[in-house]
Structures are given as structure tokens and as C-alpha cells.
């Protein structure tokens, strides 16, 4: 074999090699090795962009999962707004200070003589409405909507136990809110059967007129009518 040769040396064993010549005349390497492909991506790793695209293969299928995905997050986002909403106006309750709000108006659908239902929201617990039947209810119409956080209920006939077991008093209360936009939202109110107040956070907005219905009356007897000494409300300052 002649060394007499010019040309690009063997990338294995350095002997020039003619220009012509796809392997080393003394070793057989080849003279021109493709080159190793680049690394892929750690996101060309992951299904489904794994597979390396040739020819445009699988380009439309990955291109719908991806569609698909961004589908799902859309609509999952969408579906959460109202809970999320819901957790963002909480939390403005609890960070926020209460004021109390006070009805323009306030109606009956009963009261025995003597006690009106505007002793329910005099300020004096000394004073109450007094309701001869259960299904009795009252309605609290405010001038303005506004966010309705707390409503506190002081039952019976007055803060003093004595006076509280000489008329009966609702231990459920329905309270149905309606909102600016006519909505409206019903919750149950459970009150403990003892004298002084109890709060109820309610986080409700744009509240316009509040119903309460007085049920489950204990202490009862021929005698005796349903009292409710004092209803506050309460909104977000």
C-alpha cells in the first residue's frame, strides 16, 4: 500500500485518504461519520411530545391533546370562579370590621298588642315582638343593598332569665334574604333555647329586605306567645 497519498487524514487511524474515498484505505473507519444527534429537551421527553417529529408525523395529534388541555383548564377555571368568588368575599369578612345597618322599614304578618314588631329592632332588649302563632314572620327592608355578614338574634322576651321563661320563643328561625337582583337565599337559623344574644354569620351580598319566620316555639302554652326581643344586622364597613 502506497503512503504517497494526499487528503484528509483518518479520523481513526490518521492516514491521508483521497479525496474520493468514503472509507480508510488501511483501517476501513468511515471519513465522514454522521454526526450524533442533539439531546432532546426534557419537555420532548414527556408524552406526548416524546417522539421526535419526522415527516410531520403525530403533529396533529399533539397539537389536539394540547387543545384539549387547554380546553379542560379553561372550563375548570370557569366552574371554580363562583367558590372562588365565594372564598375571596369570606376572607373580606373576616378581615373586615362590622358596622351595624338598620331597616327603613320593618313589616309583620302578626303581632299581638302591645308588642310590635318594631320592638325587635329598638336597641332595647327589655322590649320584643310578640308573635301569637308559629309561622309568624317579619320582614327587614333597607334602603340601600349591601353585604350582609352577621345577623344577631337576641330570642325570648328580654336578656333576663326570669323574664326570657315567662313567653315562649322560636328555637328555628327560616331567614329568606332577597338581593338587588331579586335572588333570593334561604338559611335556617338554630337557636339555643337560653336568653342573650346569638350571632349567625351569614356572608351574603347585595341583601335588600330580609324575611325571618319564627318556628319550633318552646315554652308554649295557651297563655303565651312567641317573643323575640331584638334582630341586628350587620354589614362589611
Known sequence: MSDDVSGAPCPACATPNPPERRFCR????????????????????VWPF???????????????????VVLALCAGAFLLLPAGR????DTRDKLGKAKAVTAARVESSAEVPGHPVGDSTDGLSNRYWGAPAPG???????????RLVDVIITNGASTSPEEYARQARALQI??????????????????SD???????????????????????????????????????????S
Open 136 to 146: 309568624a314572620s317579619a320582614t327587614y327592608t333597607f334602603a340601600k343593598p349591601f
Open 26 to 45: 488501511r483501517c476501513a473507519a468511515p471519513l465522514t461519520p454522521t454526526t450524533a444527534p442533539a439531546p432532546l429537551p426534557w419537555w420532548r421527553t
Open 86 to 89: 365565594h372564598l375571596i368575599e
Open 174 to 191: 327560616d331567614m329568606e334574604v332577597t338581593a338587588g337582583d331579586g335572588r333570593k337565599v334561604h338559611r335556617r337559623l338554630t337557636l
Open 194 to 236: 337560653k336568653p342573650g344574644p346569638q350571632t349567625f354569620p351569614t356572608g351574603i351580598s347585595d341583601a335588600t329586605t330580609v324575611r325571618l319566620t319564627l318556628d319550633m316555639p318552646a315554652g308554649a302554652a295557651p297563655d303565651r306567645h312567641l317573643a323575640l326581643a331584638e334582630v341586628e344586622f350587620f354589614q362589611r
Open 50 to 68: 416524546r417522539r421526535r417529529t419526522r415527516a410531520g408525523s403525530g403533529r396533529t395529534t399533539r397539537f389536539l391533546v394540547v387543545l384539549a
